[in-house]
């Protein structure tokens, strides 16, 4: 039987859809929403404007063959991401921390590199080896900025202090001493669908030996009629739980349409206050987004919270100082390597946070091994 279950039509069941279809196999996808491109979904919503559904996307990578890969389906605009913070007093500042974020926060005048980083080695906190996320900021950046930047989100996002996070977290948190404001400055592909990703989607799915059902839930036993599935749903799920949850958290999206806005090019802001929001997304500065002008513009907020007050909808693992999900996590891998036709794929099956890219090729990967196997 040369038929596969693929349950999940994000990046993850696309990748491998694609792959085995190639391959010459048959493939069924399932995903228990309504629409296809998982939590990369986009559409165009009444202001005319491309919205990204859970989220703003933005597709960074330097792994050649991926960005090869996905330029089969679809056009790419080449758009670099920057990001600005807005400081208390309605001041917009560069994020991550650059030179001149430095100077409008301290209102200092550095110039080089070199006095930056020795500005910051000033204000550090002296603390030799940093046990935690929050030790490891101020270790590296002092309190100030460790307070504006990072301690107000972190509580909104995770729900937790610094102080109980893992410093690996933040360690790559990449703070500059120049005054570039690129939010991925060393990716050397940066792009983003021309049509929107779920156009992308829809192409990727385009072959004859794949078919697509919506809304329909994947329930154990499914895989019987199947040689093989590859299953992105989240795998404590899949075990009903048994060996306890793994928690992630969760993103409400606050949608609305204004008449009237400033003329910046910045697509996404950050809050710094203490308030619930995060961040705040404006479309139509992303290229291709403003679809057709209807004199109004979409803002979207983001609200962290729980995943169970969520629907369900698994965000990101959660990560903490003592790592304790990441082992159970482990202990739920155990289970799944038994499991003689099924491998769990993508964000949700492996419990971890990942980019597209990430996802990408991990799964092309997984595939070729899979079918490698097969001969
Ligand atoms: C808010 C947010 C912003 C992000 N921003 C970026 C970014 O800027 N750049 C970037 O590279 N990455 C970003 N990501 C990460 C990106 O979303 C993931 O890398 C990618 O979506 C992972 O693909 P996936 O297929 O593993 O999971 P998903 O996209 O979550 O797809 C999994 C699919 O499986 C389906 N499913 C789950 N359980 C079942 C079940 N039991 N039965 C049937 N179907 C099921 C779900 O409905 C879903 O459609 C962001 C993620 C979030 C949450």
Redesign the pocket.
């Given at each position: 039987m040369r038929a596969v279950l693929v349950?999940?039509?994000?990046?993850?069941?696309?990748?491998y859809a694609r792959t085995l279809a190639e391959a010459g196999y048959t493939v069924h996808v399932?995903?228990?929403?309504d629409?296809?491109?998982?939590?990369?979904?986009d559409f165009v919503d009444a202001n005319g404007i491309r919205v990204?559904r859970?989220?703003?996307?933005?597709?960074?990578?330097n792994v050649a063959p991926v960005f090869a890969w996905l330029q089969r389906f679809g056009r790419w605009t080449p758009y670099r991401?920057r990001v600005r913070a807005i400081l208390p007093d309605g001041r917009l500042v560069p994020l991550p921390v650059n030179l001149d974020t430095i100077n409008l926060v301290f209102g200092e005048a550095l110039a080089t590199d070199a006095e930056a980083e020795a500005f910051l080695r000033r204000i550090a906190v002296p603390i030799a080896e940093p046990r935690n996320a929050g030790e490891h900021l101020r270790a590296r950046i002092g309190d100030v900025l460790t307070d504006l930047f990072f301690r107000p989100y972190t509580r909104k996002m995770w729900g937790l202090e610094l102080e109980e996070m893992d410093a690996s977290i933040v360690r790559r948190l990449p703070i500059r001493f120049d005054s570039t404001d690129q939010y991925f400055p060393a990716d050397c592909y940066q792009a983003l669908p021309t049509d929107g990703y779920t156009a992308l989607f829809q192409v990727i799915f385009n072959h004859p030996a794949i078919t697509l059902q919506l809304e329909?839930?994947?329930?154990r036993g499914m895989e019987r009629n199947y040689s093989f599935c590859f299953?992105?749903?989240?795998i404590d799920?899949?075990f009903d739980h048994r060996l306890g949850d793994l928690p992630y958290r969760?993103?409400r999206f606050h949608s609305r349409t204004v008449s009237s806005w400033d003329r910046h090019d910045i697509s996404v802001r950050n809050y710094t206050d203490t308030g619930p929001f995060t961040r705040e997304a404006w479309w139509h500065c992303l290229p291709d987004h403003l679809v057709t002008e209807t004199g109004r513009r979409s803002v979207t907020v983001?609200e962290p919270c729980d995943y169970r007050q969520n629907n369900n909808e698994?965000?990101?693992p959660v990560k903490t100082a003592d790592g304790r999900y990441q082992t159970l996590y482990q202990e739920y891998r155990k289970l799944a390597e038994a499991l003689p036709n099924m491998t769990f794929?993508?964000?949700?099956?492996?419990y971890q946070?990942?980019?597209?890219?990430?996802?990408?090729n991990q799964?092309l990967a997984g595939a070729r091994r899979w079918l490698a196997a097969r001969g």
């Open positions: 349950v999940g039509a994000g990046f993850a069941g696309a990748v399932i995903d228990q929403r629409h296809i491109g998982g939590n990369a979904f990204h859970y989220g703003p996307h933005l597709f960074h990578t991401h329909t839930t994947f329930v299953n992105s749903m989240a799920a899949y969760s993103l983001e698994r965000y990101y794929i993508g964000r949700c099956g492996t946070y990942l980019d597209m890219d990430q996802v990408i799964s």
